[in-house]
């Protein structure tokens, strides 16, 4: 089966830019989506189909997916930012769902 | 408002059944694919099944494959998840979401419940 990998933690001082990694073998020929979940809360959909944003989601929050990586960038961070966020793919090979471990960002 | 609301969550034996349902309301159901999913403390998200709109094209995660079942009545408006052979290892906060209608790649996940605990603990 399909497998994502995700750094365990990133953290970004206030202002300054996070980026999260997601690899998996030829990603970039995927569609990618991220998370964010907060403590407690159920995840909310923040980048679909690699940059992609649904409504209400801030520009701040941006994507990019090629080759054997996908990147969650987060620029100008904010406090309320910090989270575990996670990158998923849809593995058409078994119509599985799949999921990468999860990245907490710390906010400084 | 768009919402999804679990139930049926509790504490249950090993080898025990739960039958987890979920509400739908703000939308029709029946024009969205759906999926179960499930996070055990601490841990990170794990799909666990999906269902087509009409409910006649269903996919498992290995995991639960053969243990749980994925069901839909969309005149009601709801999702079902039956969990049968329980293991300590489903102890999970057990989620039901909505597949985005525009996602062109398709399975994403939009809209999410709150989520409903499962304890499985002799």
């Known amino acids: 089966s399909y497998v994502l990998t995700q750094p365990p933690s990133v953290s970004a001082a206030p202002g300054k830019t996070a980026r999260i990694t997601c690899g998996g073998d030829n990603i970039g020929s995927k569609s990618v989506h991220w998370y964010q979940q907060k403590p407690g809360q159920a995840p909310v959909l923040v980048v679909y189909d690699d940059s992609d944003r649904p409504s209400g989601i801030p520009e701040r929050f941006s994507g990019s997916n090629s080759g054997d990586t996908a990147t969650l960038t987060i620029s100008s961070v904010e406090a309320g930012d910090e989270a575990d966020y996670y990158c998923q793919v849809w593995d058409r090979s078994d119509e599985h769902r799949v999921f990468g471990g999860g990245t907490k960002v710390t906010v400084l | ?122």
């Open chain 2, 1 to 122: 408002e768009v919402q999804l609301v679990e139930t049926g969550g509790g504490m249950e034996q090993p080898g025990g059944s739960l039958r987890l349902t979920c509400a739908a309301s703000g939308f029709i159901l029946s024009v969205y694919e759906m999926s179960w999913l499930r996070q055990s403390p601490g841990k990170g998200l794990e799909w666990l099944a999906y269902i087509s709109t009409a409910g006649n094209t269903i996919y498992y995660a290995d995991s639960v494959k053969g243990r749980f079942t994925i069901s839909r009545d969309n005149a009601k408006n709801s999702l079902y998840l039956q969990m049968s052979g329980l293991r300590a290892e489903d102890t999970a906060i057990y989620y039901c979401a909505r597949e985005s209608s525009s996602s062109l790649g398709g399975a994403a996940f939009d809209v999410w419940g709150r989520g409903t605990m499962v304890s499985v603990s002799s």
